[in-house]
């Protein structure tokens, strides 16, 4: 049952007859990770908040920089140097205080116990961190949705790997053997702002219709038939196009094989 608080905060979404009552419901008992509090975890993470996720946990290891506010939407020039992970934490709170947000001031590895969660989020920047995030929801049958973006361009997929078959994982799309030498971050290649928060926009939406398939809810509804899993969206602000790529999983993969 929804309290009065949550019928009027939520209220906008509860209309949608994709959601109503039952999906926010889904949507406030669910438990999602994080993974990077900077140009992209940052309004990811505020707009799970905003809709409701009911736990959300936030790893990243690195103190705010003033290079960093030009995206960071969270962060202001009096929380420089202090950890992101816990500023952003703090800054979703102020937000909605009445969810489970956990501040995690940690590298993310393969080590990093993901089994309470039902979606991990990657908003890293890191390309290492990838690949330890697919290996981690593949062995693990999470759903990955995994994001990044750099200059002018963002891209996004759904990675589900563990749990169907035939579905790629994050490595059938990008080899590491292949990749090895890349790891190009906004820090070396540029980054503006509102690509970052475009491609978390369609993150979180998502992560919304993910939860909602987990729970095989409203499975009529065009909104939760329409997966991501199995392409790769592109974004070009300069074009301003986005395009919509079919991927294969590859059956001589280092990791879902």
Same mark, same amino acid.
């Given at each position: 049952?929804?309290?009065?608080?949550? #019928?009027?905060?939520?209220?906008?979404?509860?209309?949608?007859?994709?959601?109503?009552?039952?999906?926010?419901?889904?949507?406030?008992?669910?438990?999602?990770?994080?993974?990077?509090?900077?140009?992209?975890? /940052?309004?990811?993470?505020?707009?799970?908040?905003?809709?409701?996720?009911?736990?959300?946990?936030?790893?990243?290891? &690195?103190?705010?920089?003033?290079? /960093? #506010?030009?995206?960071?939407?969270? %962060?202001?020039?009096?929380?420089?140097?202090?950890?992101? !992970?816990?500023?952003?934490?703090?800054?979703?709170?102020?937000?909605?205080?009445?969810?489970?947000?956990?501040?995690?001031? &940690?590298?993310?590895?393969?080590?990093?116990?993901?089994?309470?969660?039902?979606?991990?989020?990657?908003?890293?920047?890191? =390309?290492?961190?990838?690949? /330890?995030?697919?290996?981690?929801?593949?062995?693990?049958?999470?759903?990955? =949705?995994?994001?990044?973006?750099?200059?002018?361009?963002?891209?996004?997929?759904?990675?589900? !790997?563990?749990?169907?078959?035939?579905?790629?994982?994050?490595?059938?799309?990008?080899?590491?053997? #292949?990749?090895?030498?890349?790891?190009?971050?906004?820090?070396? @290649?540029?980054?503006?702002?509102? @690509?970052?928060?475009? =491609?978390?926009? #369609?993150?979180?939406?998502?992560?919304?219709?993910?939860? %909602?398939?987990?729970?095989? %809810?409203?499975?009529?509804? !065009?909104?939760?038939?329409?997966?991501?899993?199995?392409?790769?969206?592109?974004?070009?602000?300069?074009?301003?196009?986005?395009?919509?790529?079919?991927?294969?999983?590859?059956?001589?993969?280092? @990791?879902?094989?």
């Amino acid at each position: 049952m929804l309290s009065e608080n949550d #019928l009027e905060r939520y209220a906008s979404q509860l209309i949608m007859p994709e959601i109503e009552e039952e999906g926010q419901s889904i949507l406030l008992k669910s438990k999602i990770l994080i993974i990077g509090a900077g140009g992209l975890g /940052n309004p990811t993470a505020i707009f799970c908040s905003a809709a409701g996720i009911g736990c959300i946990d936030i790893c990243d290891d &690195d103190n705010i920089e003033l290079s /960093n #506010l030009n995206r960071q939407i969270a %962060f202001s020039i009096n929380n420089l140097g202090h950890s992101k !992970s816990t500023k952003l934490r703090d800054y979703c709170l102020n937000l909605n205080p009445n969810l489970k947000i956990k501040s995690i001031v &940690d590298r993310f590895d393969t080590k990093f116990p993901i089994n309470d969660y039902d979606i991990i989020l990657d908003c890293s920047d890191n =390309i290492q961190t990838k690949y /330890n995030a697919n290996i981690s929801a593949h062995k693990n049958n999470k759903t990955l =949705i995994s994001a990044s973006a750099t200059q002018f361009e963002g891209q996004l997929a759904v990675f589900k !790997s563990g749990k169907l078959k035939n579905s790629p994982c994050y490595e059938c799309i990008f080899p590491q053997d #292949l990749h090895q030498d890349t790891n190009l971050n906004c820090r070396e @290649v540029g980054i503006i702002g509102p @690509v970052t928060n475009l =491609i978390s926009s #369609l993150q979180v939406t998502e992560t919304i219709r993910e939860l %909602f398939i987990q729970k095989s %809810f409203k499975k009529e509804q !065009s909104f939760t038939k329409n997966t991501l899993a199995g392409n790769l969206l592109l974004y070009d602000s300069i074009k301003q196009e986005i395009i919509k790529i079919k991927i294969k999983k590859n059956l001589n993969c280092n @990791v879902c094989k």
